[in-house]
């Protein structure tokens, strides 16, 4: 099984290019089968959008990878297609689960497997069939599967979520374009890369308008011409840079993003005392000393996201005082904290709040991933660590981090996989 082998302690001193978003390009992937051709740009080359490909291609669409040149065609001139997502594709990667809403709007029948559980959490899908519900759809599981039909097409509806979820949101939207009438979503996720998908589906023709927290679709006609569209950049990597650059960057630069969607995160690492500069598409991080400590709680957008805070946590260790961070999204997010234990931190977990005492010395150990952005926590940890570390099972930072090891190398880390 592969491993990172880290030396910490190392200055880190570049250029970073942020790739393009995963969690954007995954909806956008399905609602490719909406249209009849597709362009891709800025695609992040990482497992599950690797995964996401197998998904559409089984399911009949035509792909065409070029990885070199970050770009991904498809095409969907077939009238009948294989309505099914299987248990094996959509096992790892619960994005396989969105593939739902399109098939319903286009074939008016789907058959996807439940994602099942997690390691974070139990992650059900009740708030992706509910909204799926409401415009009509008639739905059952059998076998560990959801069947779904909407034989006389689905109906536009007012639909209030009752808590917000990415998925839900975009598996409603992808419905909605379908829906005869107008439907107003309510409580919604505004993610931006939710924004980047509303984005992508009024470039296939979709009607749509989002007001706050509301979004109102009408009826759309998909267009028949060819889409270009450019995936936004990748905040979450963005951010996991920026505390990279705060824990052991001389001078970092990161670069091909847009500043104004990751403010929040920028003044948090600010209010600690993290030297920043930044411009529209860029940000300078120097070297940072006697950080303070904060307290945080994750949020839906535009508040601090769950998928930055095992990172921070780390940044809490090197932080003078007591900081805490508390847990809103899911309810087992806490699995890094044993092995960043292990590694000296010193973390007490109180329900959904950790309490990181700082700041502590840490020192490499042999760590193991647990899930995507717990793996990168080790990883950041054992940067700022003494002595070598090696983080097992890294499977899971490949399913979301693209070229990790070469981007990080080229700013002097010393980090080697075996
Ligand atoms: C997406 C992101 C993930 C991120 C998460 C929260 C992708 C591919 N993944 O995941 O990286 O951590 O948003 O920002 O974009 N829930 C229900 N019922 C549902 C759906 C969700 O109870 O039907 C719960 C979940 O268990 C969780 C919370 O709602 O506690 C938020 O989950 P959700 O926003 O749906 O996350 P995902 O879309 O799965």
Redesign the pocket.
């Known amino acids: 099984m592969k491993k990172l082998i880290i030396e910490g302690k190392k200055e880190i001193s570049g250029t970073i290019s942020i790739s393009g978003s995963?969690?954007a390009s995954?909806?956008i992937l399905a609602a490719s089968i909406l249209s009849k051709a597709v362009k891709l740009s800025n695609v992040p080359f990482v497992k599950?959008i690797f995964t996401m490909i197998e998904l559409l291609k089984f399911i009949g669409l035509k792909v065409k990878v070029q990885p070199n040149k970050k770009i991904l065609e498809l095409e969907n001139k077939k009238r009948n297609i294989n309505t099914l997502a299987p248990y094996r594709l959509v096992k790892t990667m619960?994005?396989g689960v969105l593939v739902l809403g399109s098939l319903l709007t286009k074939y008016k029948k789907a058959k996807v497997s439940l994602p099942g559980g997690c390691a974070?959490?139990?992650?059900?899908?009740?708030?992706?069939?509910?909204a799926l519900k409401k415009l009509g759809a008639k739905i059952k599981i059998k076998d560990g599967y959801i069947i779904a039909e909407a034989s006389r097409g689905l109906l536009g509806a007012k639909i209030k979520f009752p808590?917000?979820?990415?998925?839900?949101?975009?598996n409603a939207l992808l419905a909605a374009v379908g829906a005869k009438g107008k439907t107003e979503l309510m409580n919604c996720?505004i993610?931006p890369?939710i924004i980047d998908l509303v984005k992508f589906l009024k470039k296939l023709g979709c009607k749509i308008k989002i007001l706050k927290r509301k979004i109102i679709v009408n009826q759309s006609t998909i267009s028949e011409s060819k889409v270009n569209h450019r995936v936004i950049f990748d905040r979450?990597e963005a951010g996991t840079y920026l505390i990279v650059g705060a824990l052991v960057g001389k001078k970092l630069i990161i670069k091909n993003i847009e500043t104004k969607i990751i403010r929040n995160e920028i003044f948090i690492l600010k209010k600690m005392g993290v030297k920043i500069i930044s411009s529209k598409n860029s940000i300078l991080i120097l070297r940072s000393k006697n950080l303070k400590r904060i307290l945080i709680s994750t949020k839906?957008?535009p508040g601090f996201?769950?998928?930055l805070q095992a990172q921070l946590m780390v940044l809490m260790t090197q932080a003078k005082g007591r900081s805490k961070i508390k847990e809103n999204?899911?309810?087992n997010r806490f699995m890094h904290v044993p092995e960043l234990k292990r590694m000296g931190a010193k973390i007490d977990i109180k329900n959904k709040i950790a309490i990181v005492s700082g700041p502590t010395r840490l020192t490499g150990a042999e760590v193991m991933a647990t899930d995507?952005?717990a793996s990168v926590s080790l990883v950041l940890a054992a940067l700022v660590a003494e002595n070598k570390t090696v983080v097992n099972r890294i499977y899971h930072l490949d399913r979301g981090y693209e070229f990790l090891e070469k981007k990080l190398k080229k700013c002097n880390a010393e980090i080697k996989r075996l």
């Not at 992650?123 to 069939?129: E, N, Q, S, W, Y």
């Not at 808590?163 to 975009?170: F, K, L, P």
């Open positions: 995963k969690n995954l909806p599950d619960r994005a974070i959490g139990t992650r059900p899908v009740d708030l992706h069939l509910f808590s917000i979820s990415v998925g839900a949101t975009e996720a993610e890369e979450i839906p957008y996201p769950t998928d999204i899911f309810e995507l952005r």
